[in-house]
């Protein structure tokens, strides 16, 4: 859990930092507050995008957008394919010394609701086909849920850049209109700029990026949940320990697996 915990974190707080180190470096700090920190261009292009986004969802939908952030830069992470396949083994032994009921404990004090899924239907004595039928359906519609939460700041990404070209149309509209004054106009015209700028920001920085992260971590569930079905169903098949732990390794690196049989 550790190792997981500083993985997350470390991707994040270096996105965030190089992030800042870019922007600095090709304007530099002082510059920026001068002549790239606008109010009201922040606030045309934040609104903007979440006014039409409430347009594109529904009401459940916008409303979620907490908890998914919350899924996004959750710094624990609840995902050892190591742990997962020491605990598949154990099952599988538990099973084949004290029969089908000893894994009953283990059942209760399970906190993966997935395997917890899993080992419940093979106390219960399902067959291998159901069990796979079962596990499939259950990946699968995990996908189709993160899929929302995915597309829903892909959506916001994608509105960004185009209420960005709204403001700068916005800013020519309101500088064309006041030509009378033309040593003003150097300083318009850059103001009515600085709205793409935060379109293209929030796009490429904030919304597309957190799309990207879900995307990581969806990709990671998923990955784990398909191989805790396939040691089940070697269970439910009663397979050799040893051959579902080799079925399982192609699923972890090569360190880990070095990892896994040190153990």
């Avoid at 150097?186 to 990026?209: D, E, K």
Wanted: net charge positive.
């Amino acid at each position: 859990m550790k190792r997981s915990y500083f993985g997350i974190q470390t991707t994040f707080l270096i996105g965030i930092i190089l992030s800042v180190l870019i922007i600095k470096y090709a304007i530099g700090f002082s510059t920026f507050m001068v002549l790239f920190w606008d109010f009201k261009s922040i606030m045309l292009v934040l609104g903007g995008v979440i006014a039409a986004t409430h347009i594109h969802f529904t009401d459940n939908q916008f409303f979620k957008i907490f908890s998914r952030l919350r899924v996004a830069f959750n710094p624990m992470s609840r995902i050892n394919l190591v742990n997962d396949i020491d605990e598949i083994i154990f099952i599988s032994n538990t099973i084949k010394t004290k029969g089908i009921t000893g894994i009953l404990p283990h059942i209760e004090a399970c906190r993966n609701p997935f395997m917890k899924l899993g080992t419940s239907l093979l106390y219960d004595k399902v067959s291998p086909k159901e069990l796979q039928h079962l596990l499939k359906e259950n990946i699968f519609y995990t996908q189709q849920r993160h899929f929302q939460g995915i597309s829903f700041f892909q959506t916001m990404s994608n509105y960004s850049p185009s209420f960005g070209l709204l403001g700068t149309v916005i800013g020519l509209i309101k500088l064309l209109a006041n030509l009378d004054s033309p040593e003003l106009f150097g300083y318009g015209m850059s103001l009515a700029m600085i709205t793409t700028f935060y379109g293209l920001f929030f796009s490429s920085f904030v919304f597309g990026p957190i799309a990207g992260r879900l995307q990581t971590l969806s990709n990671e569930e998923v990955l784990q949940k398909e191989m805790i079905t396939i040691g089940l169903i070697g269970i439910s098949n009663n397979e050799n320990s040893f051959l579902i732990k080799e079925k399982l390794q192609n699923f972890i690196s090569k360190q880990a697996r070095q990892k896994l049989w040190k153990k």
